[in-house]
C-alpha cells in the first residue's frame, strides 16, 4: 500500500512540475535616471554691463458708499525705469558695487474723477549712481546736489532682489517651495501702495533652450498686504513667469500680473464712509548685456 501512495505522490509532483509555466527570461529592469540637479545662484561679475528696465502698473477702481450715496474714483498709475549697469566690483560671495545711470524714470498718473493726466519725471534720470550691496544691506550713493526721494531710494536695484527667491541647495525641475521674497516685497509694495506682510510660492517648471541658450523657467503665485493708510487695507496677488538664464546666471525676465484690492471704513466724526476697490496690477522687468541690446539695436537700423 505504501508503494502505491509513493507512486501517486510522485506522479502528482511530476505533473505539477510539468503544467507550471515556464519562467520568462524577464529584461532587467531599466535604470531610472535621475532627475537633473541645478545649483542656481545669481553670479555678476567684475567689469559685466547690462541694460534693463522696470514696469508697475495698476488700475484701481474705488466705490465709496455714505448711506444711500456713493461716489466712484478712478486711479491709474504706471511707473517705468530704464536703465544702464557697469559692475564696478563684484565676489562669489555676494558683495558688489553697481555705477547706475537712469535712461529714463518716470510716473504716469491718471485720474478721471478729477479729469487730470500727469507725468512726474524722476531727479535721476541722467545722472550717475553707485549701489554697494552686501547679503542683504544695501546702500546708494550719489553727488547728486539733491535728496533722493524716500520711494525712489528704496527701489533702487529692485530686480537684484529676485536672487533672494532661489534655494540655497541643489533643485530639479518639479520642484516647488515658499520663497524668502522679505526684500522684493519691501521694495514693490510701497508702488502699490501696499503693506509688504508677503508669500510667495515658486515652481520650478522647465528648463528651455532659446537661441542656443538655456534658461530656467519659474512660476510664481505671490501676495502681499497690508495697510495702505491707516484706515484702508490693500492685498495684491501676482502670478506668472520667470527666467533665469543659465549662461548669464542671473533673472532675464519678469512677467507677472494679477488683481489689487482695497477695503475698508473712513471714520468721520458724524458718519463712516464704506471703501472698496478693485483692479488689476503687474509687474514687468527685463535685463540682458548691454553689448547684446547694441548689436540687437545695431541690427533693427
Request: overall charge positive; glycine content about 6%; some cysteine.
Amino acid at each position: 500500500m505504501w508503494r502505491v501512495c509513493l507512486l501517486l505522490l510522485c506522479s502528482a509532483t511530476l505533473l505539477q512540475a510539468d503544467d507550471a509555466p515556464k519562467a520568462a527570461s524577464e529584461p532587467a529592469a531599466a535604470k531610472k535616471k535621475k532627475p537633473k540637479q541645478y545649483t542656481l545662484r545669481q553670479e555678476i561679475r567684475s567689469g559685466d554691463r547690462f541694460i534693463g528696465s522696470n514696469t508697475i502698473k495698476f488700475d484701481l477702481k474705488t466705490t465709496y458708499k455714505l448711506g444711500n450715496k456713493e461716489r466712484k474714483t478712478y486711479e491709474q498709475v504706471e511707473r517705468t525705469e530704464r536703465f544702464r549697469d557697469v559692475v564696478k566690483q563684484a565676489s562669489a560671495r555676494g558683495p558688489m558695487e553697481i555705477q547706475r545711470t537712469y535712461q529714463k524714470k518716470y510716473t504716469k498718473v491718471r485720474d478721471d474723477d478729477r479729469g487730470r493726466a500727469q507725468i512726474d519725471r524722476s531727479p535721476l534720470q541722467g545722472h550717475e549712481l553707485t549701489i554697494k550691496e552686501n547679503l542683504r544691506s544695501r546702500r546708494v550713493r550719489s553727488k547728486l546736489p539733491f535728496t533722493i526721494p524716500p520711494l525712489v531710494r528704496k527701489s533702487i536695484g529692485v530686480e537684484m532682489d529676485w536672487r533672494d527667491i532661489l534655494p540655497r541647495e541643489p533643485i530639479q525641475v518639479g520642484d516647488r517651495w515658499q520663497a524668502d521674497a522679505e526684500s522684493i516685497a519691501a521694495r514693490l509694495a510701497p508702488y502699490f501702495d501696499s503693506g509688504n506682510r508677503s508669500k510667495m510660492i515658486v515652481t520650478f517648471e522647465a528648463i528651455e533652450k532659446v537661441e542656443g541658450v538655456e534658461r530656467a523657467k519659474f512660476y510664481v503665485d505671490w501676495k502681499f498686504e497690508g495697510m495702505r493708510d491707516r484706515e484702508l487695507f490693500a492685498k495684491v496677488r501676482l502670478a506668472g513667469d520667470l527666467y533665469f538664464d543659465l549662461e548669464m546666471k542671473r533673472f532675464t525676465l519678469i512677467d507677472l500680473a494679477g488683481t489689487i484690492k482695497l477695503e475698508g471704513v473712513r471714520m468721520g466724526k458724524a458718519h463712516h464712509e464704506i471703501v472698496i476697490g478693485t483692479g488689476e496690477a503687474s509687474y514687468k522687468s527685463s535685463v540682458q548685456r548691454a553689448a547684446v541690446a547694441a548689436a540687437a539695436e545695431a541690427e533693427s537700423k
